[in-house]
């Protein structure tokens, strides 16, 4: 898939006209859009297990539409996947970027109680409520868009192939030596792109507090089952690497809000 796409993108560089970058930009954000709704219901189920909720689970799916309710949100399905099969965090998330489709974890039902799972996807739809989805796809067309508008600067430039000793123009070969050099700005718009994530995390929280959730709760059982969560970073490092912030300072934060109610 990934060959032909990128053929495509090269190829609408090469046109002449004006603006063309623009359309590349366009075509790879679409892609994007796609694949982003499909990946839950076409690409995800070929390395996992996706089933509905158990019977077992009838009080709590009762609670979720509850909350759902609570947010003036319609609930679509509940699904259960077998995440504990490949990954071994705690994890929940609405599925695509318009249907309203819970996923959980088979781990975050396992380990964590019924109120501090609730406090998970209530998070998600905090994330989901404020757009975040559509946000964080802004930032990636910002960022798609910045390096597709450089490249087409260069990528017919003759020189900027002699000087890498190679005698003609070859989209691939330009490819290659562009993002090498374009690395060192990228990792500058990673450190704000984490910075803008980490607020939609802090937002999410937030959210869940707001609707009755006890996600202090649900974080302190997270790093009790995980330890790593609790191992210090340098926090220019955590900026850079991590695009959630530390459990400590969500925790922070939360004891912040409720402090201030």
């Not at 990128?6 to 930009?25: E, K, Q």
């Not at 189920?45 to 509850?66: A, K």
């Not at 404020?130 to 910045?146: C, D, T």
């Amino acid at each position: 898939v990934g060959v032909p796409l990128l053929s495509a993108t090269l190829s609408l560089l090469y046109w002449d006209f004006p603006f063309h970058w623009l359309l590349a930009v366009f075509f790879i954000c679409a892609i994007s859009l796609i694949f982003t709704d499909l990946y839950s219901l076409v690409f995800a189920p070929l390395f996992n297990t996706y089933s509905s909720l158990p019977e077992q689970f009838g009080p709590f799916r009762i609670q979720v539409e509850d909350l759902f309710n609570k947010c003036n949100l319609p609930l679509g399905e509940v699904y259960i996947v077998d995440g504990s099969t490949r990954v071994d965090h705690n994890s929940a998330y609405i599925a695509g970027l318009l249907s309203t489709n819970v996923v959980i974890y088979d781990t975050l039902l396992a380990q964590l109680a019924s109120d501090e799972a609730l406090a998970i996807i209530g998070h998600e739809i905090g994330h989901y409520k404020a757009r975040h989805h559509w946000k964080r796809l802004f930032l990636q067309l910002v960022s798609i868009g910045n390096f597709v508008f450089l490249f087409s600067h260069v990528i017919k430039l003759p020189s900027f192939y002699t000087n890498f000793g190679f005698h003609e123009p070859d989209a691939a070969v330009g490819l290659v030596i562009f993002s090498y050099g374009y690395s060192s700005f990228a990792n500058f718009l990673n450190f704000m792109f984490n910075f803008i994530r980490r607020r939609f995390e802090f937002q999410a929280d937030q959210f869940a507090l707001e609707h009755g959730l006890d996600m202090k709760k649900a974080l302190l059982k997270l790093r009790k089952i995980d330890p790593a969560h609790s191992v210090p970073k340098d926090p220019l490092y955590s900026l850079y690497t991590d695009h959630h912030p530390p459990l400590e300072q969500r925790l922070r934060l939360i004891e912040k809000w409720l402090a201030e109610r």
